[in-house]
């Protein structure tokens, strides 16, 4: 199959590409430095000759309230409609776990993205993440003031990036489900506590306080607020295993 990964350079993007070419995939990585924009258009109509499926796994370059939501509504709209034009038969996306029912400005714009995928008329299916475990230190340092980070002491269920191009490969390779697929990683905790264990790994002196009043990238947040309700494919890495990995990694 002919397969465009939007983002194909980024963190999820990177792992993605490569898996899909060994499963013997003519497969295009596309980002802004190979001259595919979705933001200005540049080079999009180009780069669905001939698609069968495109997954968007871009990301905003800002998280700040208004430019991400411009930024996932601009290149959904963008990506959509050049999909459409050239008939490519499956759109998959990777959104967060939650999103709808946990409010920040990062998550609205994420429901804005997903609500254009759904009216889009493109057949699709959208695979939530729980936060990928590779987001942990920037959490912390979100969270940081003085040398205490303070958060939530809420469910938390983080997942490796390397499982996310796994399940997102699947998704790839599957029919397209016109809905939602949720994915998570297998370990279930206080989210302070998983944040506390991988600081004190990495060496990190940061204390790691669990605040019921500190939110989550300025939104409130309850006990399952950031862990999928029903039912969900689980990674295998835990958060031990995945910092025994990345140390081998370096
Ligand atoms: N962080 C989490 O915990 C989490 C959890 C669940 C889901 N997600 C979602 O996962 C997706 C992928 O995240 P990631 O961390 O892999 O992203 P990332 O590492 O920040 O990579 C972003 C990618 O988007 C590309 N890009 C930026 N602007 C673009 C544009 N105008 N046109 C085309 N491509 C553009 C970048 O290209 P260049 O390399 O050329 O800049 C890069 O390849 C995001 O949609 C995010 O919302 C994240």
Same mark, same amino acid.
């Given at each position: 199959?002919?397969?465009?990964?939007?983002?194909?350079?980024?963190?999820?993007g990177?792992?993605?590409?490569?898996?899909?070419?060994?499963?013997?995939?003519?497969?295009?990585?596309?980002?802004?430095?190979?001259?595919?924009?979705?933001?200005?258009?540049?080079?999009?109509?180009?780069?669905?000759?001939?698609?069968?499926?495109?997954?968007d796994?871009?990301?905003?370059?800002?998280?700040?309230?208004?430019?991400?939501?411009e930024?996932?509504?601009?290149?959904?709209r963008?990506?959509?409609?050049?999909?459409a034009?050239?008939?490519?038969?499956?759109?998959?996306?990777?959104?967060?776990?939650?999103?709808? @029912?946990?409010?920040? $400005?990062?998550?609205? *714009?994420?429901?804005?993205?997903? =609500?254009?995928?759904?009216? +889009?008329? !493109? %057949?699709?299916?959208?695979?939530?993440?729980?936060?990928?475990?590779?987001?942990?230190?920037?959490?912390?340092?979100?969270?940081?003031?003085?040398?205490?980070?303070?958060?939530?002491?809420?469910?938390?269920?983080?997942?490796?990036?390397?499982?996310?191009?796994?399940?997102?490969?699947?998704?790839?390779?599957?029919?397209p489900?016109?809905?939602?697929?949720?994915i998570?990683?297998?370990?279930?905790?206080?989210?302070n506590?998983?944040?506390?264990?991988?600081?004190?790994?990495?060496?990190?002196? @940061?204390?790691?306080? $669990?605040?019921?009043? *500190?939110?989550?990238?300025?939104? =409130?947040?309850?006990?399952? +607020?950031? !862990? %999928?309700?029903?039912?969900?494919?689980?990674?295998?890495?835990?958060?031990?295993?995945?910092?025994?990995?990345?140390?081998?990694?370096?």
């Amino acid at each position: 199959m002919k397969i465009v990964v939007i983002g194909g350079t980024g963190l999820i993007g990177s792992k993605t590409v490569p898996i899909l070419r060994q499963a013997g995939h003519d497969v295009v990585a596309a980002s802004p430095k190979s001259g595919v924009n979705t933001i200005t258009g540049e080079g999009l109509q180009q780069a669905m000759a001939g698609v069968q499926v495109v997954i968007d796994l871009a990301n905003s370059p800002s998280f700040e309230d208004k430019a991400v939501l411009e930024f996932f509504e601009t290149s959904g709209r963008n990506l959509l409609a050049a999909e459409a034009a050239a008939g490519v038969g499956h759109h998959v996306a990777l959104s967060i776990v939650a999103i709808d @029912r946990t409010d920040n $400005g990062y998550f609205r *714009a994420k429901v804005a993205q997903e =609500r254009l995928i759904k009216a +889009s008329g !493109v %057949p699709y299916t959208i695979v939530r993440a729980t936060q990928f475990m590779e987001f942990l230190r920037g959490i912390a340092d979100s969270s940081t003031a003085g040398n205490t980070v303070r958060l939530p002491p809420v469910l938390f269920q983080p997942i490796a990036a390397d499982e996310v191009a796994t399940f997102v490969s699947e998704a790839a390779l599957a029919a397209p489900r016109n809905g939602v697929v949720e994915i998570a990683g297998p370990e279930r905790a206080l989210f302070n506590e998983i944040v506390a264990r991988y600081l004190k790994a990495v060496g990190d002196a @940061r204390q790691v306080v $669990g605040d019921p009043e *500190a939110g989550y990238w300025g939104g =409130r947040v309850d006990e399952s +607020s950031l !862990v %999928p309700l029903g039912e969900a494919r689980l990674g295998r890495i835990g958060l031990d295993e995945w910092l025994r990995r990345s140390r081998q990694a370096v």
